[in-house]
């Protein structure tokens, strides 16, 4: 990992939340405007609410509340490489210091040179009272980003913890299932054996390999590839797959070992079975920015494609699906009319579309 991908892990990691987008300024402005309505009406209740005092406090609290954020904004990136005490000390006295300036500011505006002994006093009482609301409210505030931000952090945990072993518990599925198709090849055909070795040392490296959660289409098609040629040579010609897929969609980014197990169930609980076997058609699209991955295959009417495998196989991958994009991607099965259909369906994020 290079020092630019460590730097934006740190900062990602950060429990100060990225004050700059307009989100966040918005929401900002939305609290210091429901704040101050608040000290007004503690202050003059509703009787004798006044909204000239009402204005003083509000311009107060915006500037106070846009500045510091303006100021954390530009400080994130160096405080989120402290550590976290020294972080949240220094985020804390920032705001604290812009506070104590635009109180003296305010108080300077309205009064002038101050000649008055108990004028003075009396605002030196006022930015005090400031002072220390903003001290309460800002350990609040910094807490509860803390808090956030370690939740988000452990639920992010969490799911790659869930996802990485709804994977691990995929990968055996189809390796032990190729490993006996070559057992029993080397009897018959060595040189055919060592072909689908290769294609199996290929599958071994996509399956066990340190990678990313998602992968690209093609990669996982090129997957898919090397284990209908390994099918292939035990079932012959009864196999034939249909490939319908564009360059652009294969550029795709999907669930890694999400549609080679799909393929698998295909050509083991469909082709299989039938005598004079069959064609697996495997296809994807675009729609209204939902990405389609379709498996159908023909089934004998009688058999039972509802094997314990199959169905462990296709819930592991609709659970991996709605972990990874919610609940409006999933996988749908569907058997009539002699065929049986297995479609993966997901929203495409932003940026990823074909």
């Known amino acids: 990992m290079n020092n630019t991908e460590q ?6 990691n950060f429990f100060l939340p990225d004050l700059c ?6 929401f900002l402005v939305l609290v210091a405007e429901l704040l101050a309505l608040v000290l007004e009406l503690a202050s003059n209740g509703l009787f004798l609410f006044s909204w000239y005092h009402f204005a003083i406090i509000s311009l107060f609290l ?14 994130r990136p160096v405080l989120s490489g402290w550590p976290l005490p020294q972080a949240a000390a220094a985020c804390y006295l920032l705001i604290l210091l812009v506070v104590l300036l635009f109180s003296v500011l305010g108080q300077w505006l309205l009064y002038g ?16 009272t400031n002072v220390l609301i903003c001290a309460v409210l800002a350990g609040i505030a910094l807490r509860y980003f803390y808090l956030t931000n370690q939740l988000s952090l452990r639920k992010q945990t969490e799911l790659q913890a869930r996802i990485q072993a709804l994977q691990s518990r995929i990968r055996p599925h189809f390796l032990f299932n190729s490993m006996n ?6 009897a018959v ?11 199996l040392s290929g599958l071994f490296r996509a399956s066990l390999a340190e990678s990313d959660t998602e992968v690209r289409l093609a990669e996982e098609l090129d997957l898919c590839r090397r284990y209908v040629r390994i099918e292939r040579l035990r079932l012959g010609d009864r196999l034939q797959v249909e490939w319908r897929f564009d360059r652009a969609i294969e550029q ?27 064609t697996v058609t495997i296809s994807g699209e675009v729609t209204d920015g939902v990405l389609h991955l379709v498996v159908v295959n023909p089934v004998v009417d009688n058999h039972p494609i509802a094997h314990k495998g199959n169905q462990i196989a296709q819930h592991n991958i609709q659970q991996r ?30 940026g990823n579309t074909a």
């Open 7 to 12: 730097e934006s892990n740190l900062d990602a």
């Open 21 to 26: 987008n307009v989100q966040a300024v918005l």
């Open 62 to 75: 915006q500037w106070s509340v846009l500045c510091s954020a303006a100021c954390l904004c530009r400080l």
């Open 113 to 128: 040179v101050l000649d008055n002994a108990a004028q003075w006093h009396l605002n030196l009482w006022t930015v005090t």
């Open 181 to 186: 198709i070559i057992a029993s090849l080397i």
């Open 189 to 199: 055909d060595q040189e055919a054996a060592e072909t689908a070795v290769e294609d």
């Open 252 to 278: 795709l980014k999907i669930p890694g070992l999400c549609l080679q197990p799909l393929v698998e169930n295909a050509i083991y609980h469909g082709i299989q079975p039938i005598p004079e076997g069959g």
């Open 321 to 350: 699906l709605q972990a990874l994009y919610g609940p409006k991607a999933g996988l749908l099965v569907q058997r009539s009319a002699g065929y049986h259909r297995a479609e993966i369906f997901y929203p495409l994020p932003e």
